[in-house]
């Protein structure tokens, strides 16, 4: 048992790739863990961190073992736990990684139903721009648009968006209404920053159209401000203005045509998730299939 317990605390310096840090998290003196790396060390026979003063990194037999081991500790943890489950609610703080614009639209409602659900489960929200690294940075879930890129981590479908075009009445009537995508050229469009454009369909027709105009932006809540504002067309799901839309601040442009569906996942990091992670997601996608966008 205390070669398990040993495991796990060399990966958790391997997670963070500094002791202080490791033994901070631990709830331990930095001293003693680096004793018990070291005495781990001698019993395999081999040296598994290269340390300096300035940082650690791991050997090659670290490497390996490291592997092994993070399988080995999350195995070990998710048994302990599915049987804790057998006498208690999910409990403990749960870390999600989420676009600000889609937390704030979407999730929010959404949390506050799952923390009545669950008493027991705390949540942290990092709505960074930056992507947050789910090992690294300790996050549990992390929630993306668009199709994830290849990598290890494990990608659950949560929904997916069908985004149309509106804009101001105001907008409309000193600039006028396009008839086809075409013709959006020739109007203020607030897009996102490095944007390749709107690829819009309508049944079996594609079009795609290099947009352009005075806002670039990457925040859905100032666009509808701008849109409102007369500051041209934007490119949004319909539930994530329905408060402008029943006020007619906004109004269907091209209504016949509708973005490319973009995709929205859930990233984890592994398949064996702790009970608090395995319901939040079950729940998510329960909750967000069942969105009109």
């Known amino acids: 048992m205390e070669l398990l317990n040993d495991m796990a605390l060399f990966v958790e310096v391997c997670k963070v790739m500094n002791f202080r840090r490791a033994a901070e998290s631990l709830d331990m003196q930095s001293s003693t863990l680096s004793r018990r790396i070291s005495k781990l060390e001698k019993e395999i026979g081999l040296r598994l961190l290269h340390r300096t003063t300035r940082k650690v990194e791991l050997t090659e037999a670290g490497q390996i073992y490291y592997e092994r081991c993070k399988r080995i500790v999350d195995e070990a943890r998710i048994a302990h736990e599915q049987l804790g489950e057998m006498l208690a609610q999910p409990s403990g703080w749960l870390r999600v990684s989420v676009p600000v614009d889609f937390a704030t639209i979407f999730l929010a409602p959404v949390l506050v139903e799952f923390a009545s659900a669950y008493p027991g489960i705390n949540i942290e ?62 109007h ?23 947009v352009g105009g005075r806002f670039m932006l990457n925040n859905v809540g100032m666009m509808k401000r701008l849109a409102t504002l007369n500051q041209g067309i934007i490119q949004i799901p319909a539930s994530a203005i329905a408060e402008e839309l029943e006020l007619q601040l906004l109004v269907p442009v091209l209504p016949d045509w509708f973005a490319v569906p973009l995709p929205v996942y859930a990233l984890t990091e592994t398949r064996l998730l702790p009970a608090k992670v395995r319901v939040f997601l079950d729940f998510l996608r329960d909750r967000l299939d069942s969105v009109v966008v």
Not at 129 to 145: E, F, G, N, Q, T
Not at 166 to 186: I, M, N
Request: negative net charge; charged residues 25%; hydrophobic residues 40%.
């Open 125 to 186: 929200l990092d709505m960074t721009p930056k992507h947050a690294d789910l090992v690294s940075d300790h996050v549990d879930v992390a929630i993306r648009m668009g199709e994830p890129p290849d990598s290890t981590l494990i990608a659950r479908k949560l929904m997916q968006f069908q985004s149309q075009l509106f804009a101001a009445p105001g907008y409309l009537a000193r600039v006028g209404e396009p008839d086809h995508p075409s013709q959006l050229v020739h």
């Open 188 to 210: 203020n469009c607030v897009d996102f920053p490095k944007s390749e454009g709107w690829r819009l369909q309508k049944v079996d027709e594609v079009v795609e159209v290099k």
